[in-house]
T-cell receptor, first 115, second 110 residues
Framework: GNSVTQMEGPVTLSEEAFLTINCTYT??????LFWYVQYPGEGLQLLLK?????DKGSNKGFEATYRKETTSFHLEKGSVQVSDSAVYFC??????????????FGQGTILTVHP | NAGVTQTPKFRVLKTGQSMTLLCAQD?????MYWYRQDPGMGLRLIHY???????AKGEVPDGYNVSRLKKQNFLLGLESAAPSQTSVYFC?????????FGPGTRLTVL
């Protein structure tokens, strides 16, 4: 099955700083890769995805590139805002031999952005 | 289009009590999932369903039961609640590779 190692938090940054949250995975086959975001008191929302090697997912200024050779999917943003404060989850998705399409979540990285 | 909704939002139970969490989706998705979220552990899959009338166990199914009598609803039951089941519960439905999550139910078992 799939597994995820995600950068431990919490991560604390000043507004307009550069953000990187590392994510590496192990998987059977070639999974699709996702980043989900959870704002305080809310459920998870899909932030971005990449479905094959070298694809770059992007949304709301965030980017992540599917690196098959390093099995990584690091999340980056050039200039964070206070409103980006949330918990970020890396999640590979793939059949992995199952029929139900399982998402495997990392433990989450708490990001706090100060003005 | 409400997406995925969950009822209730909060609940406090005493040890040994039972309850049912309701998840509803209006997107006609076949796949539905129940997760629990605990601090430092991400989300763990409890049960899932690949279509109306079908259910199966996920990673942490003990102490929970589910039913999918209608395509749009996925119920999670606790027959005899235990303090270890204190958690935030999320339901999700899936279309292709993307999962859509409900807002969560915060359950406390005393």
């Amino acid at each position: 099955g799939n597994s995820v190692t995600q950068m431990e938090g919490p991560v604390t940054l000043s507004e307009e700083a550069f953000l990187t949250i590392n994510c590496t995975y192990t998987a059977t086959g070639y999974p699709s890769l996702f980043w989900y975001v959870q704002y305080p008191g809310e459920g998870l929302q899909l932030l971005l995805k990449a479905t094959k090697a070298d694809d770059k997912g992007s949304n709301k200024g965030f980017e992540a590139t599917y690196r098959k050779e390093t099995t990584s999917f690091h999340l980056e943003k050039g200039s964070v805002q206070v409103s980006d404060s949330a918990v970020y989850f890396c999640a590979p998705f793939g059949a992995g031999g199952t029929s139900y399409g399982k998402l495997t979540f990392g433990q989450g990285t708490i990001l706090t952005v100060h003005p | 289009n409400a997406g995925v909704t969950q009822t209730p939002k909060f609940r406090v139970l005493k040890t040994g009590q039972s309850m049912t969490l309701l998840c509803a989706q209006d997107m006609n998705h076949e796949y539905m999932y129940w997760y629990r979220q605990d601090p430092g552990m991400g989300l763990r899959l409890i049960h899932y369903s690949v279509g109306e009338g079908t259910t199966a166990k996920g990673e942490v199914p003990d102490g929970y039961n589910v039913s999918r009598l209608k395509k749009q609803n996925f119920l999670l039951g606790l027959e005899s609640a235990a303090p270890s089941q204190t958690s935030v519960y999320f339901c999700a439905s899936r279309f292709l590779v993307a999962q859509f999550f409900g807002p969560g139910t915060r359950l406390t078992v005393l």
